[in-house]
């Protein structure tokens, strides 16, 4: 039965319902703060006008701050820029935006945590002295020594080139957990694709498995019925939300859980740029054909995964409810896995830390390519660090390509992003634009030897921002299974030339400006 061309159905809702839903005070209670906060500053008075005084002191001081604050140029630049423009609430702006409120509480309960769960990622053996002279040891002695996430063998992949493809493996392997299931996902909705899982999931439950979903609440903010969370939990599923959206202006909101993860028993995993919604597996026509990528890894590799999830389930816990992690390892007892060509790296990047692991792993990647370098991404919109990585490496004489969108999910995201091509372009990357939809995926893969697939986009957000994941894949058939994804793609794509970049002189203006804000995006 062909399940992606059926429509989705939804329950109808009453407009009293929707008017009193959550999600509706809480925008509500943020306009009521943003309402007086204005109020404040554009009114009159002399009492006003000694607050006015008051905050462009308040904003040169917070100027200063930035400057020596250890951060992104481009952050910096930006909030200079915001609080120049509008000295009077500039600094207000700031302060009101990146107070971070109960992050050192998070920062701290993460180190420790970090430290409890360091050991347990090498149960099955430390594998980094057998890359001794391999051409990407730097890559994996960074992740493990410094990021603390060990390269592993015996670990069989299967890459996806569509959501489709995942959808169908994971019903698969659902059905085949025995002990524990964990899902990680930023977007759910009702509907064909995530129906189906629920169901293996709560008969999984009944069954006496360990099942647990965790979801974030700002992307399924508008997709879940208020009672979800409910429901599952009275079918002894085990359910977090991920930072749930409070109706207070704090920079706490921007860190979002942008992961995919599923972990079967520790022996499967799955991870890639999929959410468990119907437009990812094509059920219907959102922005034309929607283009993603995952991968599946079974074997000592998927143990990381397990460990990651359980990492992060236990930081938005309730304090005290740690766990023992060696009761989830697999093979305590038993055969551990088969041999594999090739090893397995995943890791995961997080705002609580200064090591921002995800984009390392990308300048990694780009700096150590020799032939080639391909990249799939939905975005955009970097760092100069990113930016004169991609550039050098071109100009190195390394065949240096990037596939996007042609139709875009967000047209603010979209004229920024391609403000990037004309200095791309010009130092000899070739930028592709993916005409049959929207490319969701987001893979690098390098000289037949490594690649990596995961969750994170090439912009501020899924850089600095969210909490995210992946696995570099080296030597390992998954290598070329990115590959071929890569080049199968280019046929149903457009490349940018250099003409088309500059565009008229107000487009040109416009995407400058834009490019100000790229921090935000």
């Known amino acids: 039965m062909d399940q992606r061309k059926q429509p989705c159905k939804q329950m109808p809702k009453s407009f009293i319902r929707v008017l009193f839903r959550r999600r509706v005070f809480v925008i509500f209670t943020i306009l009521i703060q943003l309402g007086f906060i204005l109020s404040a500053i554009v009114g009159s008075g002399l009492m006003i006008q000694y607050v006015h005084e008051a905050l462009k002191i308040l904003s040169v001081i917070v100027c200063l701050y930035i400057l020596n604050k250890k951060d992104k140029p481009g952050y910096k630049l930006t909030w200079i820029f915001l609080i120049l423009l509008f000295p009077i609430f500039g600094g207000c702006l700031y302060l009101v935006f990146c107070s971070q409120g109960n992050s050192g509480v998070l920062r701290r309960r993460m180190a420790r945590l970090n430290e409890k769960v360091r050991g347990f ?21 960074y ?49 064909l694709m995530l129906n189906p899982i629920l169901e293996i999931l709560k008969r999984k439950a009944r069954q006496g498995l360990d099942v647990r979903l965790m979801y974030d609440d700002l992307g399924c903010f508008m997709s879940l ?17 991920f930072n ?37 597996i094509n059920a219907y026509d959102r922005f034309g054909h929607w283009k993603d990528a995952a991968i599946l890894l079974a074997g000592a590799g998927a143990w990381s995964f397990t460990l990651i999830f359980l990492h992060l389930w236990n930081l938005e816990s309730p304090a005290g409810a740690e766990e023992d992690y060696s009761a989830f390892y697999p093979w305590k007892t038993g055969p551990g896995p088969g041999p594999s060509a090739g090893y397995v790296q995943p890791y995961a990047d997080n705002p609580m830390e200064l090591e921002n692991v995800g984009e390392h792993v990308y300048l ?65 990357v070739k930028v592709y634009e993916y005409t049959a939809g929207f490319n969701h995926s987001k893979t690098f893969v390098s000289d037949d030897v490594v690649a990596a697939v995961g969750t994170i986009n090439l912009d501020f957000r899924s850089l600095y921002l969210h909490f995210e994941c992946g696995v570099c894949i080296y030597e390992n058939p998954g290598v070329a299974a990115v590959k071929k994804d890569f080049l199968a793609t280019l046929p149903k794509c457009h490349e940018i030339t250099l003409a088309e970049c500059s565009g008229p002189a107000r487009q040109r203006i416009l995407q400058d400006v834009l490019r100000l804000f790229a921090p935000f995006m």
């Open 121 to 141: 990622y090498l149960l099955g053996g430390d594998v980094l002295p057998a890359l001794t002279g391999k051409e990407y040891v730097t890559q994996a002695r």
């Open 143 to 191: 992740l493990q020594n410094c990021a603390g996430y060990p390269v592993y063998d015996r670990t069989q992949t299967e890459y996806f080139d569509s959501g489709e493809g995942f959808f169908r493996r994971l019903l698969e392997e659902l059905e085949k957990g025995e002990k524990y299931i964990f899902l990680e996902f930023f977007i759910l909705r009702e509907g």
């Open 225 to 241: 019925p208020p009672n979800f969370r409910r429901d599952l939990e009275k079918s002894n599923i085990r359910c977090l939300v």
């Open 364 to 428: 990694q990647i780009i700096n150590n390519a020799k032939e080639y370098v391909y990249i799939n991404t939905p975005y955009l919109v970097v760092d100069d660090n990113l930016v004169s990585a991609l550039t050098l490496s071109a100009k190195s004489g390394v065949d240096v390509r990037i596939i996007t969108p042609h139709r875009w999910d967000k047209e603010i995201v979209a004229l920024t992003s391609r403000s990037y091509y004309r200095q791309l372009v010009s130092a000899g």
């Open 244 to 280: 749930p959206f409070t109706p207070l202006l704090s920079s706490l909101q921007n860190n979002r859980d942008h992961r995919k993860i599923v972990s079967i028993d520790g022996k499967v995993a799955f991870t890639g740029g999929v959410n468990l919604a119907d437009e990812y």
